[in-house]
């Protein structure tokens, strides 16, 4: 505690220098910090926000707009009027700008566009990004999908230590020759993209500069330790540890930002204005992106002048309130949702299950494979009072995960409800009783600084001990932001709690990341989720709740598509597959004097670009 006060007192002496008024830098305070700066590995908005000032895409959206775009490293959006998309929507026309400069002064190219594209693709890291371009170019949902289909064998039959056995090397270079390079060409001052299929999002897709669609220096890259573009080589960069990216700590791109420092250790990142940005010097010299977990010292700072704009806790939003100097910009569209989810088969190296057994001091780890385990959890979430007294009002119920306003979004769905006696009715049924019986010992997690997921957790803790006092006991841990996203994605929480914001505005995004067994936190919920949502289903007319999801996705029948995300959802509020508790109301505290700001759901963080201070 001793620490933790003189770390509070040692931050507020250094930010308190700062000026209280100085319109060349920017201060924007935190509760998370960046997991990675890998481009292709990168899938927060922590990590995100940065990404976004200091990378560009082949095209962004049009400010607020979500169907909107323009142009960034590419001259033109294509259309079919202009004649940059043909086939029938299969082919797309990117015209690459010219003079334009990577930050350490190299000429921006076509090929390296292509070589971007292809280098996230080939490296395809384990619950990151790239799933999105993998289903939009080539109608799968990985590079290890597409391997096995080409190569007709598992890819754990394949490789052995990261390299292919001898017999399958030819193939797998024929694999990158015939199908990966053939889809992504440069074609004169154009890169053309090949999709296998028409696919309606994918400049949605192209257009979100967090990672996936920004471009790398070839050159600098495989200089760097990347993918060094040969065709007999790119297994060795498929799937690397993430500390071990040559790109981890580091970003080169031709935004209107450079990253001049990444202090992880005081969790801060500094970045300036690139001079030579084709679009312009941006107004706001520096960025300081602080991270800083108490309430108070961020409401102080902000308060004082020395941050800009800070996260906020909603129940202390009238703290600020009244105050002439500081911006509350409130009702704030978002698309995005807050879920508890579910492992349902826990690692064997997780430290959140105690002992992992039967015995009254852990979890077995397949405990949340039983349905009336998750249906208890459904009825210990107080919805309402989470809405009314966490958020004050700034959330609205969802029976999904699927957000209001999408394609698909059904008010009539059933929405779970609070009530501890039924609780105990379903912990009852689940694994004959043992958990009131014998006894019941985990942990939940949340992320420092995250009022929100605390208050979650503590109810879960509260409402779950209330069932069965002295056998059930819940803790409740703190762990900072890319410490709670490795346990996350190494099936280490058992009861994780998501906050899923759109990548591109589609119900894909929502239903295939939550609920089909090649999504992003398909690897968080574990192999017993995988085979449930892939064994095919009477309720389901015989198809897996995959199949449905995949028919869904690839429908160009708007009608058609409603109808099988109505019936998915039904599928997975029956199944308690995950209980989503709220999709937020945006709200956002900043200095009165900060000025060109705007809202669009898609974009991690602030737009620095546009930003400028006005007194």
Do not use: C
Request: glycine share 8%.
């Amino acid at each position: 505690m001793v620490k933790k006060v003189l770390f509070t007192i040692l931050l507020l002496t250094a930010v308190l220098t700062f000026s209280a008024f100085d319109p060349t830098t920017y201060v924007s305070v935190g509760v998370g910090e960046p997991d990675t700066l890998d481009i292709h590995q990168a899938y927060d908005t922590v990590s995100g926000e940065i990404i976004y000032n200091v990378y560009e895409s082949l095209i962004a959206y049009k400010k607020n707009s979500l169907t909107e775009f323009e142009p960034r490293l590419s001259t033109e959006v294509p259309t079919v009027k202009n004649g940059l998309i043909k086939d029938g929507g299969k082919t797309y026309v990117f015209p690459i700008r010219k003079g334009v400069k990577f930050h350490n002064g190299n000429p921006l190219t076509p090929e390296d566009v292509e070589y971007s594209f292809e280098r996230g693709l080939l490296y395809d890291p384990s619950g990151g990004p790239m799933w999105m371009l993998w289903n939009a170019i080539f109608g799968v949902n990985s590079l290890n999908e597409l391997i096995q289909n080409y190569v007709g064998k598992p890819v754990s039959e394949i490789f052995k230590d990261g390299e292919p056995l001898p017999q399958f090397k030819d193939k797998l270079v024929e694999l990158y020759t015939k199908v990966i390079d053939p889809a992504i060409e440069v074609q004169g001052d154009n890169v053309v993209f090949k999709l296998a299929r028409p696919y309606g999002p994918f400049l949605t897709v192209m257009a979100h500069t967090v990672g996936w669609s920004a471009v790398l220096d070839k050159e600098t890259s495989i200089k760097m330790g990347l993918w060094d573009g040969k065709a007999d080589t790119w297994w060795k960069y498929r799937n690397i540890a993430k500390e071990k990216s040559p790109l981890y700590a580091t970003a080169i791109g031709t935004g209107p930002y450079r990253l001049v420092e990444w202090d992880r250790t005081n969790r801060k990142t500094v970045l300036e204005a690139n001079k030579d940005y084709w679009r312009g010097e941006p107004k706001i010299k520096k960025v300081i992106i602080m991270t800083v977990s108490e309430w108070g010292t961020r409401k102080l700072m902000l308060e004082k002048g020395d941050a800009d704009d800070i996260a906020i806790v909603l129940e202390y939003l009238d703290q600020i309130r009244g105050n002439k100097d500081v911006q509350i910009i409130e009702n704030i569209p978002r698309l995005s949702v807050v879920v508890v989810g579910f492992s349902w088969s826990v690692s064997s190296n997780s430290k959140y299950i105690g002992s992992g057994k039967w015995d009254g001091n852990g979890m077995p780890p397949d405990f949340f494979s039983d349905i009336n385990a998750r249906k208890a959890v459904s009825y210990i979430i107080n919805y309402d009072a989470v809405i009314r007294d966490v958020l004050k009002g700034y959330g609205i119920r969802i029976p999904s995960a699927l957000p209001n306003t999408l394609l698909g979004f059904d008010p009539t769905l059933p929405l779970y409800k609070f009530n501890i006696a039924e609780a105990r009715k379903a912990l009852e049924k689940a694994w004959d009783g043992k958990a009131i019986k014998v006894g019941l010992k985990f942990t939940v997690a949340y992320n420092t600084g995250n009022m929100m997921r605390q208050r979650i957790a503590e109810m879960i803790k509260t409402y779950m001990e209330m069932i069965a006092p002295g056998k059930i006991k819940v803790d409740v841990v703190a762990l900072n932001w890319p410490s709670y996203l490795d346990a996350m994605r190494k099936a280490e929480l058992p009861m994780p709690i998501f906050n899923w914001i759109a990548d591109f505005p589609d119900p894909d995004n929502f239903i295939f990341t939550f609920y089909h067994s090649a999504g992003t936190y398909a690897p968080t919920q574990g192999d017993n989720f995988k085979k449930f949502v892939s064994t095919p289903r009477k309720e389901l007319g015989g198809k897996s709740l995959d199949e449905l999801i995949e028919v869904a996705r690839n429908s160009s029948d708007s009608e058609e598509r409603k109808k099988l995300y109505t019936q998915i959802q039904k599928f997975a509020i029956d199944n308690y597959i995950s209980i989503p508790i709220y999709q937020p109301v945006g709200v956002r505290a900043q200095r009165a004097w900060v000025k060109g700001w705007y809202e669009n759901p898609m974009r991690p963080g602030n737009d620095y670009f546009e930003l400028y201070k006005q007194q």
